[in-house]
């Protein structure tokens, strides 16, 4: 059974930087794109950042894109999310999810990934 786990969600003032990991397990992931999507209250999920198996290259959201980062260990079945210079607008629950997008314009989509990990809060105030 796969399992994804996200932790280092929280609280945060705006400008504050946070990182948020997941760690995936219960399968092989070879070839296996991994992604974070959010959701905020009152909205649907959005794409955050996505990130390929090789080469380790992000793909970003228009909202995040400069602000984030996502980085990957394929070692250890790690997704990771640095979220630089937060705004209100980040708050959301964030979810990571595992998947297999075939071309670029897909990595974004959620409907290509098909684990997901329950959620994280992350809430940036003013």
């Known amino acids: 059974q796969v399992t994804l786990k996200e932790s280092g969600g929280g609280l945060a003032q705006a400008g504050d930087s946070m990182t948020l990991s997941c760690v995936v397990s219960?399968?092989?992931?070879?070839?296996?794109?991994m992604a974070w999507f959010r959701q905020a209250p009152g909205k649907e999920r959005e794409p955050v950042a996505a990130?390929?198996?090789?080469?380790?290259?992000?793909l970003y959201a228009g909202a995040v894109q400069g602000r984030f980062t996502i980085s990957r260990d394929n070692a250890k079945n790690v997704v990771s999310l640095q979220m630089n210079d937060l705004k209100t607008e980040d708050t959301a629950v964030y979810y990571c999810?595992?998947?297999?997008?075939?071309?670029?314009?897909?990595?974004?989509?959620?409907?290509?990934?098909?684990?997901w990990g329950q959620g994280i809060q992350v809430t940036v105030s003013a």
């Open positions: 219960g399968g092989s992931f070879t070839n296996h794109a």
């Open positions: 990130i390929a198996w090789s080469p380790n290259s992000g």
């Open positions: 999810a595992v998947g297999r997008p075939t071309f670029i314009g897909d990595y974004l989509q959620s409907r290509w990934y098909h684990d």
